[in-house]
């Protein structure tokens, strides 16, 4: 799409979401008791699924309502649509400020928590899925557009690296939202960590992603609601700020040792590409 009567010929996309938004809201919120906790279904899991059913690419039989054209709008449209939600954030965070800044240690140092995804997901790629230089790419960061930039940079996104790092941002675009949306509001139901600790954990450089987290958890605690947005925003600038030089320098050269320690010798990695008659 690249003028405005593109995007405005593009109706049937507008109708699509008009109607998933009415049928999100007429579900409402859905509670699953666990026992152990609660998992909390929004709106916005409803519409995020709804829509994935839609998409022509994925379910064939709704391509003569919703062409290629529709799809190509969709995604440039998805900022447009975020940027409400994201202004929120921002006259929740000054109300909130002393809190924030009382928390300003904790904010800055959550942002190691970025590292979990090389101590949990590197072993995981290289030993369970058997990745090659793809591992590297896919887990040092949780693949967000700054990391696509340090791959795209240092080793080009037509490289192994490159399909890693792009592979990991599709799921996470398709499924991250739905999972952080179930897993924030399950794990808040528990009681066994601090709300805003939750919401410091939602802001991972993902506007999507946040607005899910902190969605969940705001539903979960309404009194609480404007505290959990104001961490969220903060903790996601943050990680804008800084995730990406942690990952840079921190992140990324942590990944390329550990590979060349356990990783699989380049030689394996060819014969097991020669061995299933396919090109990387």
Known sequence: MTSVRDVGAAWRLYVAA????????LIGIQQLDLGVGVIMFLPLLYAFVLGLVLNPSIVGRFQPFLK???VAAASPLIVVAIMPFIAKFGTTIGPDIEQIIAAGPALLL???GNLGTVILAFPLAVWLLKLGRESVGATFSVAREPSIAIVAERYGLKSPEGTGVLAVYVVGTL?????YSVMASFIASTGVFDIRALAMACGVGSGSMMAACSGSLAA???????????FAGSSNLLTYATGMYLSLFVALPAVEWMYRRWGRPATAVAATGASTGGDR
């Open 18 to 25: 008009a109607v998933l938004v009415l049928v999100a809201q």
């Open 68 to 70: 290629s054209r529709e």
């Open 110 to 112: 959550q942002e190691l």
């Open 175 to 179: 499924f991250g939202t739905i999972l």
């Open 220 to 230: 979960a605690v309404p009194e609480m609601e404007s505290t959990i947005l104001a």
